[in-house]
């Protein structure tokens, strides 16, 4: 074999694919990099079904915090779970069961998770406005939502981290969504809300959102102007 051959073999080799520790040891530390992040400190809510997706979520949120000091550790975490009153008693049974092991494995970990779980008012459950009213914009607000998380016009490129990220197969991981896409999302829920004849968000919460687009466009203008 000839040295340039040993040379591409060398090269070959630094660059082969990462093994799943290393993948899921970049997720992790993508995690802690989100956490620890100067740009916000909101706490984070991170939502839970007891699905596989989800519990990979909460186990990289685990072991990012378990991996940061606990004197950083200064941003609460609510891991939600919803109960959607159409669920099957059976997925209930076994979210009721891991949401309480998490709570407790949180517990005796010192850390600062909290386990919570939603539901809607009994006006607002799907059967009540499904078969009680014939109501469907909710229904059909929720799979628009869905239809556009991964319309990249509507997804910044760069993460709140500061970072433009991509996963191991190459394929570019989104940031939060546009400006002009979560203005358009308020916009088509204050629809809805007038259709429904009931509050869905509060003036405390549309006070909020618009504070946090002034401070993300100030911080644009800034960047610009540096």
Do not use: C
């Amino acid at each position: 074999m000839s040295i340039d051959q040993i040379s591409f073999l060398e090269r070959a080799a630094r660059y082969e694919d990462p093994t799943i520790e290393e993948k899921w040891q970049r997720v992790v530390d993508d995690v802690k990099d989100e956490y620890l992040s100067h740009t916000q400190h909101f706490p984070w809510i991170v939502g839970f079904s007891g699905g596989k997706d989800s519990t990979v979520v909460a186990h990289a949120v685990f072991e990012a915090l378990l991996d940061i000091p606990p004197s950083r550790r200064s941003r609460p975490v609510h891991i939600v779970s919803n109960d959607t009153r159409v669920e099957s008693p059976l997925v209930m049974s076994h979210l009721d069961d891991v949401t309480a092991r998490i709570s407790m494995a949180a517990e005796s970990m010192g850390l600062p998770i909290k386990v919570a779980r939603t539901q809607p008012d009994p006006d607002k459950t799907f059967w009540a406005l499904l078969i009680g009213k014939g109501y469907t914009p909710l229904v059909a607000f929720r799979d628009w939502l869905k239809g556009i998380r991964n319309d990249p016009q509507m997804r910044q490129a760069i993460r709140r981290n500061g970072k433009l990220t991509f996963a191991a197969s190459g394929k570019h991981i989104p940031g939060p969504f546009t400006i002009q896409a979560r203005q358009e999302i308020l916009k088509r829920l204050l629809q809805v809300q007038e259709k429904f004849g009931a509050e869905l968000i509060s003036n405390e919460e549309l006070e909020l959102i618009y504070q946090t687009w002034a401070t993300e466009l100030q911080q644009e203008t800034g960047a610009g102007n540096g």
